[in-house]
Structures are given as structure tokens and as C-alpha cells.
């Protein structure tokens, strides 16, 4: 439905807000020091995100491009790229993605050829599901980072360039190892994501769009 294509397209700007949360808890996890690292790398409240507020007229007309979209990538329509600014996505990630409280998400910027990320998450459901996590219970996740993108041909992939979490830049040691990690190596074994994606001819950030290409 046009609902799974709002996330299938969407979750390839904002993969650096989930990319973020996943590398950051891996630090936690795999440097043994969980309480210390998270009092050094979250806080005790989150950080207000930038809102874009669209009114119903321009959700509607915005969807309505997606939708076009959409059909163009089943032949149901001719060739259509889909081009979004930053608000547009910021629009639809606080309409479609929000936390359970209403909050956003995240927040993103496009920027040359990356995708700039605001991330602000509450932690209580990692303390609880996790082992050796609970002292993250009450604590945010806050934190900035950019993300390059590449897809292409049915593959698809995102690197984080740099990383900021609770102010404060990760160490270099570990983000040598961060920036040649795959976030979306996973999202490789989602037929559906990858169903999705094998519809586009490639997507980029180019002149502060993200600019989704499908295939012929």
C-alpha cells in the first residue's frame, strides 16, 4: 500500500537516524563499560528536534507526487523520478514516523551529497530488552551525524561519516570502523525492502534533494 512506499522511500534518508542508534549501542555493548559510557554518551532529557509543520493541502499534494511515483515503479504510469527536500522529508517523517508519544523521529538535512541526521530517542525500551543495558532506563539518545548513501542496481548501502552523541564527537578509533560498516547490510536479507528497491535505478543527494530514480 502507499503507506509501505512512504517507508520503503523514506527509511533511505532517514537510515542515518536508525544507523545512529545502532552503532552507538553497539559501542556500549562491545566496549563492556555500560555504565560508564552511557552517562558519558546520553542524557537524562531529550533534545528538541527542529518541526516542519505542512498543512493538509501540501501533505496531500505531496503524497500525490509518491503515489505517482509508485505507480511508476509497477508500469502503471510513465517514468517518474521523486525528488524531496529536506522539509518534505521532515514533513513526512513526523506525519508517518513518529515515537509513540507524537514526538518525531528525527530530524534531517541534505547537504552536498549526505544526508545530515538529529536524532533524539528514549532508551527505557533497550534497558528492558537487552541484557546488561539497564542503565540506559530513563536516559535519550541524543545525537547528530551525516550519512552517504549509495544504491544502485539493487544494491544498497550507507555509511556513516561522522558522529556526534550527547555533544560530543565519537572517538576517531572507533569511527575508523563505524565508516566501513554497512548500515543497511541487513536490510539486504528484507525481501521487501529489497523488493523496493530493486524498482529504483538509483537514488542520490544531489543539489538538496533527494532525488530517487526508478527504472525504465
Not at 512506499?5 to 537516524?17: H, N, Q, R, T
Not at 533534545?47 to 501533505?59: F, S
Not at 509518491?66 to 515503479?73: A, D, G, L, P, Y
Not at 510513465?78 to 514526538?103: C, F, R, S, W
Request: contains cysteine; glycine residues 10%.
Amino acid at each position: 500500500g502507499k503507506s509501505c512506499w512512504f517507508y520503503g522511500c523514506i527509511s533511505l534518508a532517514v537510515i542515518g537516524v536508525i544507523g545512529i542508534a545502532m552503532m552507538v549501542g553497539g559501542a556500549f555493548w562491545l566496549k563492556g563499560q555500560v555504565e560508564k559510557i552511557a552517562l558519558e554518551y546520553t542524557g537524562e532529557s531529550p533534545n528538541k528536534l527542529p518541526e516542519v509543520t505542512y498543512t493538509d493541502e501540501q501533505m496531500a499534494s505531496l503524497e500525490e507526487r509518491i503515489t505517482k511515483f509508485q505507480q511508476s515503479t509497477t508500469n502503471k504510469g510513465p517514468a517518474v523520478n521523486l525528488e524531496l527536500t529536506g522539509d518534505e522529508i521532515n514533513a513526512l517523517i513526523a506525519k508517518h514516523m513518529a515515537l509513540p508519544n507524537g514526538d518525531s523521529l528525527g530530524y534531517v538535512e541534505l547537504d552536498g551529497d549526505k544526508i545530515k541526521a538529529q536524532i533524539s530517542v528514549p532508551l527505557d525500551q533497550v534497558a528492558e530488552t537487552i541484557p546488561g543495558m539497564g542503565a540506559l532506563k530513563g536516559r535519550y539518545l541524543n545525537g547528530t551525524g551525516s550519512v552517504k548513501i549509495v544504491v544502485q542496481d539493487g544494491y544498497f548501502a550507507a555509511f556513516i561519516q561522522d558522529l556526534e552523541v550527547n555533544g560530543q564527537q565519537v572517538p576517531e578509533q572507533f569511527m575508523t570502523q563505524v565508516r566501513n560498516q554497512n548500515i543497511f547490510k541487513d536490510a539486504q536479507n528484507d525481501p521487501q525492502m529489497r523488493k523496493n528497491v530493486e524498482s529504483f535505478e538509483k537514488v542520490e543527494v544531489k543539489d538538496g534533494k533527494l532525488i530517487v530514480t526508478p527504472k525504465s
